[in-house]
Every structure is written in C-alpha cells, then in structure tokens.
C-alpha cells in the first residue's frame, strides 16, 4: 500500500517548456487534489476532481490543466511554463477516518 | 485577508515545555478544521481533526475549536525536539469534494 505517490521528484524546466506531474493513488478514494506550496504562502488549491470524470478549478488554476485519468490517477499539466511557477507540488487524496487528505511526497519544480 | 490565518512564527519553546498554536478563520462556512504537521522538505501528515465546539485529546496534542470567536489552536503537551517541524492549519466547508483552505503554517522550534 504506496499511498499517494508522485513522479518525478525533481524537474528543471526551460521557460515554455512544457511536462506533466504525474499522482496517482491506491486507496481507492474518490477525491483527488493538486497544490502548489512557495514559501509564507502555504499550500494553495490548483484544480481538484470529486470523483473520477470531474475536474473544478481551485484557487489559482491559470497556466494549469489537469486530466483525471481513472479513479487512481490525476495528472497536472504545465503547458508553457514560467518562471512564476517555480514552487513545490502536492498531490493528495481524500478519505480515512475523518475525510483528511492524504499528500503525496511532492514534486520539487523549477522553472528558469 | 486571507480565510485562515496563523502567525507563520517561528515560535520558540524549550523542551518540555507547552507549545500553544493558534489560527484563526474568517469563513463561517467552515464545518471542520485539520491540524497537519510538516517536517522541512517533506509532505504533509494529518495530526489532528476537529468539527465541535470544545477540546479534543490525542496523546500530547489537544486540538481546540470556538465557533462563536472563529479560533482553532493547537498544544503540544511535553514539547520535543522531535516536534520542531511547521503546523498547517486547514479549515473545510461541508459538500462533495471537502475542499480546505490551508493558513500560511507557523514554524515551532524545540529547544534541548
């Protein structure tokens, strides 16, 4: 039982550079999240799915699409990256005992 | 202004003593609150989840909640030095994806 894992730990990107930040998980929770964490700004809300075949927009989704794939994965797109992007990516899970959601070891990017 | 916020700290406490760790929110919309620790280049881990008014025990951490003021906090009974990590408070509005709304954290260090 991994739990909610990431890949790749690390990326370098070029401006307009694209990749995709992989997530997958497996605890067969319906409700899957990705953020971005920088530095005294916590983490915020990029696009989240409640279940399998929904996506919705969080907090600050501009430069980002995501695709959920199945109920195990959720996939985070960066089209054409900017320097602004730099930061360190979470994605989480929901479920358990309380509903808590359930992070993944992050994705460390940047973006020169 | 943002909906949760902490003092980001850092806040000092020397071992053995009580760390006390407040937030406060702004969305009475807010049904429950998690308290999540985060050690320095790691993800997030759930160490406390609260919904009623009143006090809540787990071990050496009691979780706190008052509606009526909008204010959750958070104390570390015999504080170690294993506790030095940053506290994220995240509040959570009833409905389908549960979405939460992170505070900025606030960094404890535990003095030996």
């Known amino acids: 039982n991994a739990g909610v894992t990431q890949t790749p730990k690390f990326q370098v990107l070029k401006t307009g550079q694209s990749m995709t930040l992989q997530c997958a998980q497996d605890?067969?929770?319906?409700?899957m999240y990705w953020y971005r964490q920088d530095p005294g700004m916590g983490l915020r809300l990029i696009y989240y799915s409640a279940s399998e075949g929904t996506t919705d927009k969080g907090e600050v989704p501009n430069g980002y699409n995501v695709s959920r794939l199945n109920k195990r994965e959720f996939s985070l797109r960066l089209e054409s990256a900017a320097p602004s992007q730099t930061s360190v990516y979470f994605c989480a899970s929901r479920g358990g005992s309380y509903n808590e959601q359930f992070f993944g070891p992050g994705t460390r990017l940047t973006v020169l | 202004q943002k909906e949760v916020e902490q003092n980001s700290g850092p806040l000092s406490v020397p071992e053995g003593a009580i760390a006390s760790l407040n937030c406060t929110y702004s969305d009475r919309g807010s049904q429950s609150f998690f308290w999540y620790r985060q050690y320095s280049g790691k993800s997030p881990e759930l160490i406390m989840f609260i919904y009623s008014n009143g006090d809540k025990e787990d071990g050496r951490f009691t979780a706190q909640l008052n509606k009526a003021s909008q204010y959750v906090s958070l104390l570390i009974r015999d504080s170690q030095p294993s506790d030095s990590a940053t506290y994220l408070c995240?509040?959570?509005?009833?409905?389908?994806?549960?979405?939460?709304?992170f505070g900025s954290g606030t960094q404890l260090t535990v003095l030996p």
């Open positions: 605890m067969n929770h319906n409700s």
């Open positions: 995240a509040g959570a509005r009833s409905g389908s994806a549960r979405q939460l709304t």
